[in-house]
């Protein structure tokens, strides 16, 4: 792992410089989730940490903070129960209203089809953003890191077409994967699905073709410098 891939640039001096001690934080650095959710303007996020109370702070403050911006919703996914296609269909169809999910990841009815969709309930505004928080999601890429790959494939793609191949803008998806070294390894794999397309290997990838994206827009980071 080479460090720090935030987009964020310039900001990072001047937020590593405002320090504070927090008796309920295991961070340093103050207002951070301003921060990562400005990132997520453009990019989803991948963020790693060996310390599992640094990550579970890390998603569960951001999820909290994201949750609180008007016209928003967001989706938590519990990873240390996502092991395979099944489990992973099992809470995203409890995450999002929708018609019954078949277990594929392609087609209407699978998890490409679900994320396209868009509830809108009575007496509500529509939400205009959605964000997944995915905790633990090195579970998976222990189990099956192909199946993450799709997975991870579709949920990114799915947010780039609906930004730039749409007609319409229905809703601004973003995810924010959280785990351990494992994810960490995985952000470096130039083949995987945080740094590439998918590639069935019948030609150019699909969601690059879609959206005229030629990677994934992920941003990678170390939890840990929010330590520093």
């Known amino acids: 792992m080479s460090g720090l891939r935030f987009g964020l640039g310039a900001l990072w001096p001047d937020l590593m410089s405002a320090l504070t001690r927090n008796a309920e934080s295991p961070f340093r650095a103050v207002d951070w989730e301003p921060e990562v959710t400005a990132e997520l303007d453009e990019n989803h996020v991948a963020a790693w940490s060996d310390s599992p109370r640094r990550r579970v702070h890390f998603a569960a403050a951001l999820g909290h903070f994201l949750g609180g911006q008007p016209d928003t919703e967001v989706c938590p996914l519990y990873g240390r129960h996502i092991t395979d296609l099944e489990s992973f269909c099992y809470q ?11 277990r594929q990841v392609d087609g209407p009815n699978g998890i490409v089809g679900l994320l396209r969709s868009r509830h809108t ?80 290997g019948s030609g150019e990838p699909f969601w690059q073709v879609v959206t005229g994206i030629e990677t994934p827009p992920v941003t990678t980071f170390e939890i840990d410098l929010l330590t520093r």
């Open 92 to 102: 995203l169809e409890r995450a999002l209203p929708g018609v019954p999910l078949d």
């Open 121 to 200: 309930f009575r007496h509500r505004r529509a939400s205009r953003f959605r964000y997944f928080v995915w905790h633990d999601a090195d579970t998976l890429i222990r189990e099956d890191h192909r199946l993450f790959g799709r997975i991870m494939d579709a949920l990114v793609g799915v947010s780039a077409e609906q930004e730039y191949a749409s007609d319409e803008l229905l809703i601004i998806h973003r995810t924010i994967v959280v785990g351990g070294a494992v994810l960490g390894m995985y952000a470096e794999d130039q083949k995987g699905q945080l740094r590439s397309w998918y590639d069935d």
